[in-house]
């Protein structure tokens, strides 16, 4: 078992820099500092600083000892913090991952549940890919994830997925483009301007089999990982974009933009994916049974 007293010997050392600046910061002498880290290495048999003139510099093992050690001693501060916080405040902490898929509008509908629960929330939200939230979540550093797809098979992360509910697709463009699409939907969408989800969204397969299948074939004018950047472009007239149906009209008033069509055959799937295979977090129970009465009505 690692002594973490050594371990925070070295991490401190490492991060001032050598450990003349390590003993001041610690108010402990150089060479305690020294004799524990030298311990350190004998127990992990490498070592962790090579001497170069009067520096110290990390040796390959050193850089990812250190690794691990920032990853230790900051949960060690996030959980000092958050007990300090719960010892003086009922507030519950609740960590959400969002996939960078989902669009913003979607994940506060969402998520506004569980901001009317009884009990306050303090709600801290990480948005990025659905890989790296796997991740985090695997980690317990977050209590769930909001996706807009189960977790994928090759991955082999041990979480559930919990179903959300799904609703159709809804095509937008700004007003001037929307005038020029004169035949009816979705033989318009044929050579015109066209802004699509990248490959990160699972919603770009299904769009795209669904063109191949009514014989469509618009012109791409642009990919986007950030679905927000891509009704900006779509605002400005660069092409048509798609949203979910469910805020479809939002997204028209907001944007002032115009529905041109709207179709079923192309659903948005939203999931909660959890480490709990039995729902027990009142703000997940909560999102999850809202969620799938407001997308049913869609």
């Known amino acids: 078992m690692i002594n973490f007293k050594h371990l925070h010997y070295f991490w401190v050392a490492a991060k001032q820099g050598g450990i003349t600046k390590a003993s001041e910061n610690l108010h402990i002498t150089p060479q305690t500092i020294s004799g524990q880290i030298r311990l350190l290495e004998e127990q992990l048999g490498k070592d962790l600083f090579n001497k170069v003139?009067?520096?110290?510099?990390?040796?390959?093992?050193?850089?990812?000892?250190?690794?691990?050690?920032?990853?230790?001693?900051?949960?060690?501060?996030?959980?000092?913090?958050?007990?300090?916080?719960?010892?003086?405040?009922?507030?519950?902490?609740?960590?959400?991952?969002?996939?960078?898929?989902?669009?913003?509008?979607?994940?506060?509908?969402?998520?506004?549940?569980?901001?009317?629960?009884?009990?306050?929330?303090?709600?801290?939200?990480?948005?990025?890919?659905?890989?790296?939230?796997?991740?985090?979540?695997?980690?317990?550093?977050?209590?769930?994830?909001?996706?807009?797809?189960?977790?994928?098979?090759?991955?082999?992360?041990?979480?559930?997925?919990?179903?959300?509910?799904?609703?159709?697709?809804?095509?937008?463009?700004?007003?001037?483009?929307?005038?020029?699409?004169?035949?009816?939907?979705?033989?318009?969408?044929?050579?015109?301007?066209?802004?699509?989800?990248?490959?990160?969204?699972?919603?770009?397969?299904?769009?795209?089999?669904?063109f191949e299948q009514h014989s469509i074939h618009p012109k791409i004018t642009g990919e986007f990982d950030d679905r927000a950047l891509m009704k900006a472009f779509g605002q400005a007239g660069v092409g048509v974009f798609v949203v979910p149906t469910a805020i479809a009209n939002e997204v028209a008033n907001q944007f002032h933009v115009n529905i041109i069509g709207s179709t079923t055959e192309i659903q948005e799937q939203f999931y909660a994916i959890a480490t709990e295979q039995r729902l027990t977090n009142p703000a997940l129970i909560a999102i999850t049974e809202e969620a799938k009465e407001w997308l049913k009505q869609q």
């Open 53 to 210: 003139g009067r520096n110290l510099e990390l040796t390959d093992t050193g850089r990812m000892v250190l690794s691990y050690a920032d990853e230790i001693f900051s949960l060690g501060s996030e959980l000092e913090q958050s007990v300090r916080i719960a010892s003086t405040d009922r507030t519950q902490l609740l960590r959400v991952g969002i996939a960078d898929s989902i669009p913003k509008s979607i994940a506060y509908r969402l998520l506004a549940p569980a901001m009317s629960l009884k009990d306050p929330i303090r709600l801290v939200c990480k948005e990025n890919s659905l890989e790296s939230l796997l991740g985090e979540l695997a980690l317990l550093k977050l209590d769930f994830i909001i996706a807009d797809g189960p977790i994928p098979a090759h991955l082999g992360v041990r979480a559930h997925n919990h179903f959300l509910g799904e609703c159709g697709t809804s095509f937008m463009a700004a007003p001037e483009l929307a005038n020029r699409l004169t035949t009816d939907f979705p033989a318009c969408l044929v050579k015109a301007p066209f802004l699509i989800p990248s490959e990160q969204s699972i919603i770009r397969t299904h769009l795209l089999q669904w």
